[in-house]
């Protein structure tokens, strides 16, 4: 792993249930549970309790993003940092990148209204603060944020709105956007794009991590 090799940190992967089988709000719950046992099990896994940071690309940036505003809502410890790279943040499906890039390679509009319609498939069972980071009824106390948007990517604007919202909230931002690519360009890691990003977000980590006061 990229990010535990450059940072010497413990990467934890959470192998979360996925639709159709298990929407919402099944992923949300094991992301919480295995963030939970992380912050109850420091001395077990040799980590610094106020080190701890979370991260997540696309649904996994949206998942990330939540459990942060899931732990500041019940008072728990929380994130020293948290890295959203190109993520999902918004329920609806009218934003302008959304409405432009309705063919754009790896991630499009079709995809991105399935998506929605299978990870909400009991509508009546959706607490909607939970459902999008969008959502959130406020948007402060929440950790220093990484966020990192795509040009050629429908999530693009929705990921710049809750950058502006977390901004407008007081919350330190690093905002990145990614000229000329689509969503999931780091798939090919080995591109120069991929690596000149990959290099900012490691920096992003050690510079979060260096900031903690131990």
């Known amino acids: 792993m990229e990010y535990a090799k450059r940072t010497n940190a413990t990467v934890i992967d959470v192998e979360y249930r996925l639709p159709p089988k298990y929407p919402y709000p099944t992923p949300l719950e094991d992301c919480d549970l295995a963030v939970n046992w992380i912050f109850e099990h420091t ?78 498939q009991d509508e009546n069972n959706v607490k909607q603060e939970y459902a999008a980071p969008m959502n959130a009824k406020y948007f402060n106390s929440l950790p220093p944020t990484y966020i990192e948007v795509c040009e050629y990517d429908p999530l693009r604007a929705e990921g710049k709105r809750y950058a502006q919202k977390l901004r407008e909230a007081g919350v330190k931002i690093d905002e990145y956007f990614v000229e000329g690519a689509p969503h999931a360009y780091d798939l090919r890691m080995s591109s120069k794009r991929a690596q000149k990003f990959i290099s900012k977000r490691v920096e992003a980590f050690k510079e979060a991590f260096d900031s903690v006061e131990r």
């Open 43 to 120: 001395d077990y896994l040799q980590i610094d309790p106020n080190q701890i940071a979370v991260a997540g690309d696309s649904a996994g940036g949206a998942l990330a993003a939540i459990i942060a505003l899931l732990r500041r809502d019940r008072m728990d410890k929380q994130f020293c940092f948290q890295m959203l790279i190109y993520p999902v943040t918004e329920l609806t499906l009218h934003t302008s990148s959304l409405f432009n890039l309705r063919e754009a390679p790896l991630w499009n509009s079709v995809l991105n209204k399935l998506m929605w319609a299978l990870y909400l």
